[in-house]
């Protein structure tokens, strides 16, 4: 199985601000995904980390506000952009394993004030 | 479109009691299912998952699930509850597309256990 690392763990931010969350995965993986999980809900796909080039985002999810970065098999940043109150989620990184499973990271539990 | 309904938003058990947590999916194709657990203030782990083969799947910490295509199902059971399975379960439809697999999540339900 893969261990996939998140940092910051959580964060507290103020309104208008960006705050990027890097997600590290301690083997070679294809699939990269983002999820976010809002209190007291289950988890949304925000969009597929690609390496080499643009993520691909799923409805409702868009570039200028959720830019994903992934430099190489192993290491992906999601950023949250002019944060809102409404963007107070835990953030999630997941791994696709060599048969299909997913793995997740601890997740990052972002509160904007 | 693919998508996960969880029936019970919230279950309580006595420990030692027996569990059964209720998944329905709706998708086209064979799905891959997949149950994980999230304990408080922690990520996600997977329990089980099912590709294809024997319909009845075990998975760690003595759960397992049963598969039924007739019914829609991917049921997840335990014999015995332990305290330390409190938690939320996720149970989860897949779509394979170029070798990734997608996940659809159900909303989840909680299990709470009596001493």
């Known amino acids: 199985s893969a261990v996939i690392s998140q940092k910051p763990s959580r964060d507290i931010c103020q309104r208008g601000t960006s705050l990027t969350i890097q997600c590290q995965v301690d083997?070679?993986?294809?699939?990269m995904f983002w999820y976010r999980q809002q209190p007291g809900q289950s988890l949304t796909l925000i969009a597929t980390?690609?390496?080499?080039?643009?993520?691909?985002?799923e409805s409702g999810f868009v570039i200028d506000k959720f830019p994903i970065s992934r430099p190489n098999l192993t290491f992906s940043t999601l950023t949250v952009s002019n944060m809102s109150p409404e963007d107070s989620s835990i953030y999630l990184c997941?791994?696709?394993?060599?048969?299909?499973?997913?793995?997740f990271g601890e997740g990052s539990r972002l509160t904007v004030l | 479109a693919q998508s996960v309904t969880q029936p019970d938003i919230h279950i309580t058990v006595s420990e030692g009691a027996s569990l059964e947590l209720r998944c329905n999916y709706s998708?086209?194709?064979?799905?891959?299912l997949f149950w994980y657990v999230q304990s408080p203030g922690q990520g996600l782990q997977l329990l089980l998952k099912?590709?294809?083969?024997?319909?009845l799947v075990q998975g760690i910490k003595g759960f397992e699930a049963e598969f039924k295509r007739s019914q829609s199902s991917f049921n997840l059971r335990k014999p015995s509850v332990h305290w330390s399975d409190a938690a939320e379960y996720f149970c989860?439809?897949?779509?394979?597309?170029?070798?990734?697999?997608?996940?659809?999540f159900g909303k989840g339900t909680k299990l709470s256990v009596i001493p």
């Open positions: 997941s791994a696709s394993g060599l048969a299909g499973e997913l793995f």
């Open positions: 083997s070679q993986v294809t699939m």
């Open positions: 980390a690609n390496q080499g080039s643009e993520a691909t985002y």
């Open positions: 998708y086209g194709a064979t799905p891959y």
């Open positions: 099912y590709f294809s083969g024997d319909t």
């Open positions: 989860a439809v897949g779509s394979s597309g170029a070798g990734s697999y997608q996940l659809t």
